[in-house]
């Protein structure tokens, strides 16, 4: 019988752990469930296809009993939503919120991991003075009658806003709230700090591209390698737009004395279809954007002004909803079709992360290449490095477990130890061309093994 060696048992062990993190979802990822649309999956099978994906939360528009109960027992996060036309009822009696949690969480909580209340959707952009004035008192009384149960800081309670909560977001340290709501928005955010809430926002790179239809602006929102973006205020050099927004919220809530309150992206995506007139849908794009957005958020940089820790994240969405109005993109944001196939390939899926632990065999060494192995360039920064990170972990076919949490190159927990490793595995599975190792112009080649200790970097003579 032919002996493991040291460096297969390792490597066996690496896959192990790999298989052993990826069995589990990824509570930072999430994605929303709308169902404004007439061919649907039903609700059994869609808990089971988030069961097979890394989709740690799903958000609904509503509280559908009947996702709600399919998705029991799953552990699934999943945030319900009180509608606009629920408010008033909400904020004038507080036996209706009481009613409303009696209806939609006690008859499924905790068997249903509900996690989160939105009350309202974009409520302060609807321009409904009356409306807005009972955001507040509706989200106090459902606060109320969660805690009348015992469930006060099991269940938060929040409201979504869109990106046009803030007056000012370019660059991201000038971020600003609109001044029309900034007595409502200072009450809000005291009722979020003292229920330990999160501002819930929708920031949309896409739209910040149509807004700017060039080709460096596409890059930056698509977290693919550009020249970054320096925000003056704090020198600080942003690498993709999602970051900017984010951080542009978290400025406002700085501005007004909140930077303790969290994020939440309640929704981001990126469209694969639009109308002949529409500027940037299309497959690539939309899997350009989800793909690098996951691999982003796997990598748990943060944002420059939140490093560390990756914002909980709604992707939209699960499925299209077809029977949406406007144009077309607002029918082709899903994900997934009804027949519960992949409209596109961005890494969710258990099985495509998994790798398969196969017993170690002898084989011959597979001869070296002339070019060795890429590599990041000496002296460049660690922004433009994470994007590179970023871009190469987002790609079809490129497993970054390896520099995740246990996997065997996470040590050092570095930016630059692991853009070195992703970046030669994307240029190693991606034919091996000399133009795969460009990451505009940060990578060069090394006729060095940099594998270490049982950290193997694929290609070269390894």
């Known amino acids: 019988m032919a002996s493991i060696t040291r460096s297969s048992a390792h490597l066996l062990l690496s896959l192990l752990l790999q298989a052993l993190r990826f069995a589990s979802s990824q509570p930072f990822i999430g994605v929303n469930y709308g169902q404004v649309a007439d061919n649907l999956p039903p609700p059994s099978a869609t808990a089971n296809l988030l069961k097979s994906t890394s989709i740690g939360n799903i958000r609904l528009y509503g509280a559908d009993p009947a996702i709600i109960t399919a998705l029991s027992g799953t552990g699934i996060g999943i945030v319900i939503g009180a509608a606009n036309g629920d408010v008033p009822a909400?904020?004038?009696?507080?036996?209706?919120?009481?009613?409303?949690?009696?209806?939609?969480?006690?008859?499924?909580?905790?068997?249903?991991?509900?996690?989160?209340?939105?009350?309202?959707?974009?409520?302060?952009?609807?321009?409904?003075?009356?409306?807005?004035?009972?955001?507040?008192?509706?989200?106090?009384?459902?606060?109320?009658?969660?805690?009348?149960?015992?469930?006060?800081?099991?269940?938060?309670?929040?409201?979504?806003?869109?990106?046009?909560?803030?007056?000012?977001?370019?660059?991201?340290?000038?971020?600003?709230?609109?001044?029309?709501?900034?007595?409502?928005?200072?009450?809000?955010?005291?009722?979020?700090?003292?229920?330990?809430?999160?501002?819930?926002?929708?920031?949309?790179?896409?739209?910040?591209?149509?807004?700017?239809?060039?080709?460096?602006?596409?890059?930056?929102?698509?977290?693919?390698?550009?020249?970054?973006?320096?925000?003056?205020?704090?020198?600080?050099?942003?690498?993709?737009?999602?970051?900017?927004?984010?951080?542009?919220?978290?400025?406002?809530?700085?501005?007004?004395?909140?930077?303790?309150?969290?994020?939440?992206?309640?929704?981001?995506?990126?469209?694969?279809?639009?109308?002949?007139?529409?500027?940037?849908?299309?497959?690539?794009?939309?899997?350009?954007?989800?793909?690098?957005?996951?691999?982003?958020?796997?990598?748990?940089?943060?944002?420059?002004?939140?490093p560390g820790k990756s914002v909980e994240t709604y992707i939209f969405a699960l499925y299209d909803e077809d029977l949406k109005f406007g144009p077309a993109s607002e029918r082709s944001f899903g994900l997934f079709k009804p027949d519960l196939t992949m409209a596109y390939d961005v890494g969710l899926s258990k099985s495509s992360q998994t790798p398969a632990a196969k017993t170690p065999v002898v084989t011959p060494s597979p001869k070296p290449i002339s070019l060795g192995w890429c590599v990041p360039k000496a002296g460049i920064p660690d922004d433009q490095l994470q994007a590179d990170l970023d871009y190469a972990c987002g790609q079809q076919g490129i497993d970054c477990g390896p520099i995740q949490p246990g996997g065997a190159c996470f040590e050092p927990n570095t930016v630059a130890s692991h853009a070195a490793y992703a970046m030669n595995l994307y240029f190693q599975t991606s034919g091996k061309n000399p133009w795969d190792c460009d990451f505009s112009q940060t990578a060069t080649f090394t006729l060095n093994n940099p594998s270490y200790n049982g950290c193997m970097y694929p290609g070269g003579s390894t």
Not at 128 to 142: E, F, H, K, R
Not at 181 to 210: E, T, V
Not at 222 to 229: E, I, K, T
Not at 246 to 259: E, I, M, Q, T
Request: aromatic share 8%; proline share 8%; glycine share 8%.
């Open 90 to 306: 909400l904020a004038s009696d507080p036996n209706s919120a009481a009613q409303w949690i009696s209806s939609n969480v006690l008859p499924f909580y905790p068997a249903s991991n509900i996690t989160l209340i939105t009350v309202g959707n974009e409520v302060l952009m609807s321009n409904d003075q009356g409306l807005i004035s009972q955001l507040l008192p509706a989200m106090q009384n459902m606060q109320r009658a969660l805690s009348a149960v015992s469930l006060g800081g099991k269940i938060r309670v929040s409201t979504v806003h869109s990106m046009s909560l803030l007056s000012q977001s370019d660059p991201p340290s000038s971020g600003r709230f609109n001044p029309a709501h900034d007595g409502l928005m200072k009450r809000l955010l005291q009722f979020q700090r003292d229920n330990g809430s999160p501002l819930a926002i929708n920031p949309y790179p896409f739209f910040a591209y149509q807004s700017d239809p060039r080709p460096e602006t596409l890059a930056f929102c698509l977290f693919q390698p550009n020249a970054g973006r320096v925000d003056a205020g704090t020198g600080i050099k942003y690498m993709n737009m999602f970051d900017a927004q984010v951080d542009a919220v978290h400025s406002a809530l700085n501005a007004v004395g909140f930077k303790d309150i969290e994020i939440l992206v309640s929704e981001t995506g990126w469209p694969y279809n639009g109308d002949p007139n529409e500027v940037g849908p299309s497959i690539e794009n939309a899997k350009a954007y989800n793909g690098n957005l996951i691999a982003h958020l796997r990598s748990m940089a943060g944002t420059p002004l939140m």
